[in-house]
């Protein structure tokens, strides 16, 4: 048990802290008393951390003895938390303003002051990448300023909402924007359950040597704020109990490297090597009462086409139900947060979206085994490229409803076919008004050449057509044939 007057104390500093946070000014000494405030939070928690939770004071033997259900894990750390977050807000600010001098970056209690006017805010126009995976992913430094230091899916979520409302609001002059604050909370919720689970799921408190510290480096390198906060409170590279409830869920990673041929009507046909990623973390069938307990993850890298990241697509669940009857029939319904970012020759698009899916295992023997989803639910907020353009940005903000549908099937676990169908109709809510009709078509077949090792072969197809109520339609399309050797890690 923690000393009582320690406790006392150190809510006390943290207290002051954040009120002397308060109080500050922009200027010079902005920089300086942030960097002393989040310091002195740090220095506190580290302080108290053997104290608060007692699992961080267990030697080699105590951890030897100790019973699953005995080990504690450590509850939220709400002044190491605050502390992270706001130097997740105060490092791109500095970077903006002492090195860049960047305009927006130039703030003032004036700014501050019109920017929490509710009436003040707009639509942005700023570029496709820097709102769409720009924002997501600085809501994921946001999200798991909590996450990494106790606290649960939901309510790091409302943190990353915070910290996208406190950057808008505070961190910079223009006027803040419904799409930054929307991509930055929701994305940021999502790539940061995202990146927490597969960083978390990479150490192993127990092990030593060279081999925890390679795990603590990769698991820093795809979760910083992790990281972080591991060596603020003293847990990297220490020997310590894993949690009693520490992640067990299997995961099934697909690599990818090969060559691929891309046919669009609007640009040249181009050809050259590309790469893909597919992870499955957990399964459908299994905790879906936990967020996030079944993770699909979708990457495509390549330079043959408009931009090295062709495709990242995360989709996580929140929630599940399976009746009796579902429950014999191998079937589940889920309920899905979904980020996608697609930039290829022929178009760009991104969306966040919310979806039920229907899992159903439709066949499982010992030689063939069929599985298939089903889908459709509501795009919150998507960027549909636009070629008349809206005052400086030339994409539309919309939002609308999708369906999509895969089969998979194994036969003798040693050949794979799969078809894939996904459709959206979307209505713009800011820009030209309009309305678009995308939809996507894939299969690919794939033999099992030896072990783990795979030859595929892919088709897909994707039309992307807007009706302007004021101009011409536009109707693009894309394909593309890819040939790949895969290497599947279990």
Not at 286 to 302: D, L, R, V, W
């Amino acid at each position: 048990m923690g000393n009582p007057e320690y406790k006392k104390g150190k809510k006390m500093a943290c207290s002051n802290n954040i009120l002397r946070f308060i109080s500050l000014k922009s200027g010079p000494d902005f920089l300086y008393n942030v960097c002393l405030t989040i310091i002195s939070c740090c220095w506190v928690v580290n302080a108290g951390a053997q104290n608060l939770h007692g699992c961080y004071t267990c030697d080699v033997e105590t951890l030897s003895r100790a019973k699953p259900d005995t080990i504690r894990q450590p509850a939220g750390k709400f002044c190491l938390s605050t502390a992270t977050l706001l130097l997740s807000e105060l490092t791109p600010w500095a970077v903006d303003h002492y090195i860049r001098h960047v305009d927006y970056a130039n703030i003032s209690m004036k700014t501050i002051g019109d920017n929490v006017n509710p009436k003040s805010w707009s639509w942005d126009g700023d570029g496709f990448t820097t709102n769409q995976f720009g924002h997501p992913y600085h809501g994921s430094y946001f999200f798991n300023s909590f996450r990494a230091n106790g606290y649960n899916f939901w309510q790091s979520a409302a943190a990353s909402f915070a910290g996208s409302y406190i950057w808008e609001t505070v961190a910079e002059n223009q006027a803040p924007a419904p799409n930054d604050f929307i991509n930055t909370g929701f994305g940021g919720s999502i790539l940061g359950e995202m990146t927490h689970r597969i960083a978390n799921k990479i150490i192993n408190n127990r092990a030593t040597g060279l081999k925890r510290q390679v795990s603590e480096i990769a698991a820093f390198l795809i979760n910083p704020v992790n990281g972080f906060s591991r060596l603020a409170d003293g847990r990297w590279g220490r020997l310590l109990p894993n949690a009693p409830n520490r992640d067990t869920s299997a995961v099934l990673t697909e690599f990818d490297l090969g060559v691929r041929k891309l046919i669009s009507k609007n640009e040249k046909e181009s050809s050259g090597l590309y790469a893909h990623i597919r992870l499955i973390y957990g399964s459908a069938f299994e905790k879906y009462t936990s967020p996030f307990s079944h993770i699909y993850i979708n990457a495509e890298f390549g330079k043959d086409d408009s931009s090295k990241l062709n495709i990242l697509s995360v989709y996580g669940s929140i929630a599940g139900w399976q009746s009796r009857s579902m429950k014999k029939k191998s079937q589940v319904l889920l309920l899905t947060a979904n980020y996608d970012y697609i930039r290829n020759s022929a178009f760009f698009y991104s969306a966040q979206s919310l979806k039920y899916n229907f899992y159903t295992s439709l066949l499982k023997t010992r030689r063939v085994k069929i599985k298939s989803i089903a889908g459709t639910g509501w795009i919150v907020l998507a960027a549909v490229p636009d070629r008349y353009g809206h005052e400086e940005r030339f994409y539309d903000y919309c939002t609308g409803a999708n369906v999509n549908g895969l089969v998979n099937t194994d036969v003798l676990g040693r050949f794979l076919f799969n078809a894939s169908f996904r459709g959206s109709w979307l209505k713009s809510v800011d820009g030209t008004k309009s309305t678009y009709v995308l939809a996507t078509l894939t299969g690919e077949v794939g033999l099992r050449v030896f072990g783990t090792f795979f030859i595929c072969g892919e088709a897909g197809y994707a039309t992307l057509r807007g009706s302007y109520k004021e101009f011409d339609p536009v109707n693009k399309k894309y394909a593309y044939l890819r040939l790949s050797l895969r290497y599947n890690l279990f």
